[in-house]
């Protein structure tokens, strides 16, 4: 079974498939480590104390298993796993179901990213920007921890297609309660920011997975457990 979809990608198409088969590889580790919720020092850091755990699993588990989902534009009936589209200029005119231009939300002066889902479809958008990016970093992606703060470049993860790609599969599963660019609060980017959240923005903050997914793919020496306030 399919687990997500290509369309309109041309010349890229293989590339991306190979990288989105990759980025399912790359979740494993994290997944089988979210079996033990509080007791991983990784996962108690990222996802805080508290009943995290089931959570956790599910939106692991749907982004590998491929698990459809419903009510998402332009067939809510049909059950749909995620839409991966590059962007071109003609992408509005061809998809009439869409509410903006993904090509306008590309380019400067919005430029929102390199790939961002469209909200209520079953479409992530990747932009032409996208391809400028390596796929996967060749050193290690997490940073180590020192007296309980990260260290390490904030945003450095999302200068990867593979990274970018899971964090907007986390943005499909989670759907309408995931934290996002224009909610309140807005979704958090930069790694302390990520670990200072609360459970619950924990849970709904793409980032978070993307950095727990990132550090359990390589190892992590001195991580602390998290701070209780
Ligand atoms: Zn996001």
Not at 32 to 55: M, P, R, W, Y
Not at 66 to 92: E, H, S
Not at 159 to 168: D, P, S, T, V
Not at 192 to 200: E, H, K, S
Request: charged share 15%; glycine share 6%.
């Amino acid at each position: 079974m399919p687990r997500f979809r290509v369309e309109e990608c041309g010349e890229y198409t293989a590339e991306l498939k190979q990288t989105l088969a990759e980025a399912l590889l790359v979740l494993e580790p994290a997944l089988h480590d979210a079996q033990f919720g509080n007791k991983s020092a990784v996962f108690s850091a990222i996802f805080k104390l508290g009943d995290t755990k089931e959570f956790v699993q599910d939106i692991l588990t749907k982004i590998f298993s491929g698990t459809r989902m419903i009510d998402l534009q332009p067939n809510p009936y049909i059950p749909t796993i995620p839409t991966f589209a590059c962007v071109t200029p003609y992408t509005w005119h061809k998809n009439k179901f869409l509410k903006a231009d993904p090509y306008a939300l590309c380019m400067p002066p919005l430029g929102i990213g390199q790939a961002f889902i469209m909200q209520g479809t079953s479409y992530i958008y990747l932009c032409p920007s996208f391809w400028t990016r390596p796929p996967w970093p060749s050193f290690p992606d997490c940073p180590s921890v020192w007296k309980n703060r990260w260290v390490g470049p904030g945003q450095y993860l999302s200068n990867y297609q593979g990274y970018l790609l899971i964090h907007e599969m986390v943005h499909f599963y989670l759907g309408g309660s995931s934290l996002g660019l224009s909610q309140n609060p807005p979704e958090v980017y930069e790694f302390n920011g990520c670990v200072g959240l609360g459970t619950y923005d924990s849970l709904h903050n793409p980032q978070n997975y993307q950095n727990y997914v990132a550090c359990k793919t390589r190892t992590v020496i001195n991580m602390l457990p998290p701070e209780t306030s």
